[in-house]
């Protein structure tokens, strides 16, 4: 298979299933947003149909392609745990995941959806450097 395919088919199918919902729903596809409120919300139904819809188009792509996605790089559990909580903070902090700000927010042409892109991107580098230096965790 062409190295392009899946990732374009998977670009294809965020952006359908995120303008999908915003006509359905009329709910932008933030998933920490989704995530949260199908613990919070009272709309709950929808959140857990979505969730369950990423997760299943995620299985399904595995059967029908074939290939896994990559274990994690070896990094110890603690180290993953911390990260996932960062990333959290991170996104209550800044109103917003990169699905929220990256995917749909750029697509409305949302400036703070582009800051918030930026900085996202621009912590993730310097993240991956740091990580290289201290850990010696190759990304």
């Known amino acids: 298979m062409n190295q392009y395919i899946a990732p374009l088919a998977g670009g294809l199918l965020l952006g359908l299933s995120a303008i999908w919902l915003l006509i359905s ?3 932008v ?14 709309d709950r139904n929808w959140r857990w149909l979505f969730i369950a819809g990423l997760l ?3 299985a399904v792509t595995h059967m ?9 790089s070896g990094a110890p559990l603690w180290l993953l745990a911390m990260s996932g909580m ?19 927010g750029l697509g409305r042409r949302s400036p703070r959806s582009l800051v918030a892109t930026l900085t996202f991107m621009a912590f993730g580098v310097i993240t991956v450097f740091v990580l290289q230096l201290i850990n010696g965790v190759s990304s």
């Not at 596809?29 to 009272?42: K, L, Q, R």
């Not at 029908?64 to 994690?72: L, M, R, T």
């Not at 960062?86 to 929220?100: A, F």
């Open 56 to 58: 299943l188009g995620g």
């Open 64 to 72: 029908v392609i074939g290939q896994s996605i990559p274990a994690p």
């Open 86 to 104: 960062l990333v959290g903070i991170g996104t209550r902090m800044g109103g917003g995941c990169t699905s929220g700000h990256g995917v749909c």
């Open 29 to 42: 596809a933030g998933i920490s947003g989704i995530v949260w409120g199908s613990i919070t919300g009272p």
């Open 25 to 27: 729903v009329g709910r």
